[in-house]
């Protein structure tokens, strides 16, 4: 919602209207957070079913904000996300999560 201030001049009929329009505070994301917008549009062949996003089997928690936690609507989700996002990614599962985060390559 925007504050609107009209002045009027007695000595005139002119009138000045000021306008203040809110700011908008960009939210720098998580690590997390990045990470799940970068795979959730990866392409997954599955169930005979041609280029599914990965969104479709897979729903984005936010436990940590360094790491990307994941639960998978079926399991057979898994191993073939794992292939899809590659070598830039470590994907592991631990209980009822899917983990993922960035692989490290400074010593390599």
């Known amino acids: 919602m925007s ?4 002045n009027k001049k007695s ?12 700011v908008e505070v960009k ?7 990045q990470i799940w917008n970068e795979i959730k549009g990866v392409s997954l062949e599955l169930f005979g079913l041609p280029a599914q996003p990965a969104e479709n ?3 984005f928690i936010n436990v940590n904000p ?6 998978i609507k079926v399991s057979g989700v898994l191993p073939v996300l794992e292939a899809a996002i590659g070598p830039k990614y470590n994907c592991e599962r ?8 960035r692989v490290n390559n400074y010593g390599a």
């Open 57 to 59: 089997f897979c729903n």
């Open 66 to 71: 360094s790491q990307c936690f994941l639960t």
């Open 11 to 22: 000595s005139s009929s002119e009138e000045q209207i000021v306008v203040n329009k809110p």
């Open 94 to 101: 631990a209980d009822k999560y899917v983990i993922i985060s």
């Open 27 to 33: 939210k720098e994301l998580s690590t997390s957070e």
């Open 3 to 6: 504050n609107v201030k009209i």
